[in-house]
């Protein structure tokens, strides 16, 4: 004989297990819905930023090479050698890195105001070209070429510039390279390059913040599903045979230990561990950007003496120029101004080396007011080039209009093919460096010259 259960009789199990196991087929799919969602907001997440790294590097790559035209260009009127003509030619009518770095960003319409600021830093650098042009045909004249590159044969010189003799004619065009107008244009591209990276900059912190809010949505829907998910375990761990709670604990057991959560356990368990493993990688990645402050001068943003250190290790020393700076009678600005003045003088001392130095190029503080420049994948016969920026430092430096008290530099200067000793090739640059003190200061000093 069949018993029926009377309602007093309590809770049917069949119903319960029933109801229990369409509220976890409901919760399980409204897991996995909401976690696609997650997975499809990260992944354009990933591939907006991503993208918008790359437009950063265009615009980076038409001030690299800029700057690239601009050394192949004063290194030959110093010098008169025909490979950096040649070098400048190929960079301008065969790499076109500026040109590419303007279409990169003219594919994305979200970047149009980067790319108009980035549009005027190309409009820039086309317009140095034509003094640049001038100042190359200048030295060409003066060594008495005929047979002219196709840029260079719808160049015409002034009647001034043509009655001057041969030697005049190569400053003059050192003039152009070289001189504060030069710079001026140089400093408005520049600006316009950091222009369009701000536009850049602003357009991924809006798409990241959009991101983020979304992102918090679906995480808190996750942590309300996960909640009830847990209660509907608990109550179903007797009829499961505890189905589900071990990968639980080990995940619980992982996030404690502060490591990644093991994809195990149940589909939509494994899914939700691969999201969290990709959360994971970010947050520990944005740990990484912390040691920048460990490896950089609070007050300057130059490297720091770690930072320093960190350079010695990975950089060519056989490629590269060491430069120690060292502010001449420094103590007395301390002394006559307060030290405000004084660090406003070293925030302009890197500010001006930064100018002056290429974007590959590293600046440290040494401690005090001595920096020391990196000027890496250097040939050894760069001694004009360095002297000529040298002496525009100086300049700089001594101009008051900023309302800082002038002040100049003496230098040492060592290429790294002197020595693989890093220890050494300083001690090598400090003894320059020392030479152009004992010469008068506001000067500079290379390690194989004498005093």
């Known amino acids: 004989m069949k018993l029926k259960l009377e309602p007093k009789d309590g809770l049917s199990l069949r119903h319960a297990y029933c109801w229990m196991v369409t509220l976890a087929v409901v919760i399980s799919a ?33 001030m690299d090479a800029s700057d690239y035209l601009t050394q192949c260009v004063q290194r030959y009127v110093v010098s008169g050698d025909d490979r950096f003509l040649d070098g400048y030619f190929t960079e301008a009518f065969e790499s076109q890195r500026r040109e590419e770095a303007v279409a990169r960003m003219a594919v994305d319409e979200t970047t149009a105001p980067a790319l108009a600021m980035l549009q005027k830093a190309m409009d820039g650098s086309l317009e140095l070209m034509n003094n640049e042009y001038y100042a190359m045909r200048l030295v060409l004249d003066a060594q008495g070429h005929r047979d002219l590159s196709e ?44 222009a369009s ?8 912190l809006t798409t990241d913040y959009t991101a983020t809010d979304n992102l918090r949505r679906v995480l ?43 994809e195990v356990g149940a589909n939509e368990f494994r899914y939700l561990a691969r999201t969290y493993n990709k959360l994971y990688a970010v ?94 994948h250097a040939p050894e016969n760069s001694e004009a080039l360095i002297g000529k920026k040298i002496e525009n430092i100086n300049k700089e430096l001594k101009d008051t209009s900023d309302g800082l008290p002038p002040i100049s530099t003496s230098v040492g200067i060592v290429h790294g093919s002197e020595s693989t000793d890093p220890a050494s090739l300083f001690e090598k640059t400090d003894e320059a460096m020392y030479k152009s003190k004992a010469k008068g200061k506001h000067t500079y000093t290379f390690s194989h010259q004498g005093v």
């Open 220 to 262: 808190n829907l996750i942590r309300l599903t996960i909640t009830l998910q847990t209660l509907g375990i608990f109550f179903m761990v007797w009829l499961t045979s505890r189905l589900g709670i071990n990968p639980v604990l080990q995940a619980v057991e992982r996030i404690q230990a502060d490591s990644p959560i093991p």
């Open 30 to 62: 409204t897991m996995l819905l909401i976690t696609v969602h997650l997975s499809q907001t990260f992944r354009r997440l990933t591939k907006v930023t991503e993208n918008h790294i790359e437009l950063g590097k265009a615009a980076h790559e038409l």
């Open 197 to 204: 990276l701000a536009e850049l900059e602003k357009l991924t």
């Open 151 to 194: 840029p260079l044969q719808d160049v015409q010189l002034s009647q001034d510039d043509i009655s001057l003799k041969k030697d005049e004619k190569l400053a003059r065009a050192v003039e152009i390279v070289f001189g504060d107008d030069y710079y001026a244009q140089k400093a408005d591209i520049r600006s316009y390059m950091d």
């Open 283 to 376: 947050y520990k990645n944005s740990l990484e950007h912390l040691n920048y402050q460990a490896s950089h001068d609070q007050l300057t943003g130059a490297y720091n003496r770690s930072g320093y250190d960190l350079l010695l290790s990975s950089i060519d020393l056989s490629t590269t120029y060491m430069l120690l700076f060292d502010l001449d009678d420094f103590k007395s600005i301390n002394d006559t101004y307060g030290h405000e003045m004084g660090d406003k003088v070293l925030v302009k001392m890197v500010n001006t080396l930064r100018g002056n130095f290429r974007r590959d190029d590293h600046i440290c503080r040494m401690g005090g007011d001595e920096f020391v420049v990196f000027m890496v």
